[in-house]
């Protein structure tokens, strides 16, 4: 059974892919047969250890993740992140570089100010998080612990369209909002993490894809749970993992295979991005604040030229079935995350309604 559901833009937690939720009820009272729910399994029985490395596997295959990197499912969100990488990676008298392009860089530097000794390779707060800045604004540290970025600010709706180039030095990148969204060269990064609950699966798991040599760095009164060493020589199972959210991402990963993977997910991407800007470039009902070269595939901020019209716009928006579209609370307006559960037929529907509200309201 098929029911028509309204198309929901939210930031996050957000859509998942319709024929994933419907195989989740499938499965929901007895798993393959187990005669259990996978909520209810032992993390450490055959059941579930066949749907955690598949998962794993499914993740490695999309990613084409190399041998020499372990991929982690862990939890405490993004967030958890900000502080235990410079906990396991930034020794006393060292240095890391930190990127300012927005409210998540932001939260990351503040995090790794408690622990150690930073440099801001470069910030864009002078445009108001509006834009990337250009490889030759990054003022590097050598023999810096490492580099860390947010390819995509959730908030703002900017992504770097390029991958900084930091040379020996580690980068580390916060990919919460684009992870999945198209092939990456893992190689690039020296590490890479994703609160799932944007673009893979269910709050509550984060994935981590870390170089083996950045692992096992931590000193020694690192609590167990805070060493990414502890989690890698578990297999992620050193406690308990958030075992339902692990196994709907690898719903989702299974589903992400069966689109054709990473290339057929950015054409798809980049052109309901292309669809959402032209119909906010083509009007000056609609504004994007963002400049046209950094502008995310996958969170579309845009204001109305008369903010009066905002709450008109929210309402009747949710009234035609386009959920979430409010922006923000620190930056206000209209936000539209488009991420890969989000079908085309939806960013068409958003769009349609835009001209249409633009007819009636402009
Ligand atoms: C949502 C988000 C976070 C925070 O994630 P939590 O899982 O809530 O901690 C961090 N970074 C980016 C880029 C995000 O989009």
């Known amino acids: 059974m098929t029911t028509t559901r309204p198309f929901n833009f939210s930031a996050g937690p957000a859509i998942l892919p319709e024929v994933v939720l419907e195989q989740a009820r499938d499965e929901l009272l007895n798993w393959h047969e187990s005669g259990m729910c996978v ?46 990488i410079p906990m396991n ?51 590097l ?14 908030i703002e709706g900017v992504e770097f369209p390029y991958v900084p180039a930091t040379g020996n030095v580690p980068l580390i990148a916060d990919m919460s909002s684009t992870l999945l969204s198209r092939p990456i060269d893992v190689k690039q990064f020296g590490f890479i993490y ?18 083996d040599d950045l692992i096992g760095k ?25 075992t339902y959210a692990w196994y709907l991402a690898g719903l989702v990963f299974k589903w992400l295979k069966d689109q054709g993977g990473l290339t057929a997910m950015a054409t798809i991407n980049q052109r309901k991005a292309a669809l959402l800007y032209d119909a906010i470039d083509r009007s000056d009902f609609y504004h994007s604040p963002v400049d046209p070269a950094a502008r995310s595939w996958m969170n579309v901020p845009f ?48 769009v349609q309604f835009m001209a249409e509200f633009e007819r009636t309201q402009g």
């Open 39 to 84: 909520a209810e399994m032992s993390h450490r029985g055959k059941e579930f250890m066949h749907i955690a490395s598949q998962a794993e596997s499914d993740l490695r295959e999309l990613l084409g993740i190399p041998d020499n990197y372990k991929v982690l499912f862990l939890q405490g969100g993004a967030s958890s992140q900000f502080a235990l």
């Open 89 to 139: 990676l930034l020794p006393p008298g060292g240095c890391a570089d930190y990127i300012n392009t927005g409210t998540w860089s932001q939260k990351a530097i503040g995090e790794a100010r408690r622990i150690g000794a930073i440099n801001i390779a470069t910030t864009t707060e002078e445009s108001r998080f509006t834009r990337a800045p250009a490889a030759n604004e990054l003022t």
């Open 141 to 154: 540290t050598p023999n810096a612990a490492y580099v860390h970025y947010t390819p995509n600010e959730t």
């Open 194 to 211: 994703a609160g799932a609950q944007k673009n893979i699966g269910p709050a509550g798991l984060t994935i981590v894809i870390v170089r």
């Open 218 to 242: 931590a000193p020694a009164n690192t609590p167990a749970m805070f060493d990414y060493k502890v989690h890698a020589d578990n297999g992620s199972m050193y406690n308990t993992p958030p």
């Open 303 to 350: 204001t109305l030229t008369n903010p009066a019209l905002d709450k008109p716009f929210l309402t009747q928006a949710k009234a035609a079935g386009l959920l979430a579209l409010q922006g923000h609370r620190s930056v206000g307006g209209m936000r539209a995350s488009i991420y890969n559960a989000m079908p085309e037929a939806g960013v068409n529907a958003l």
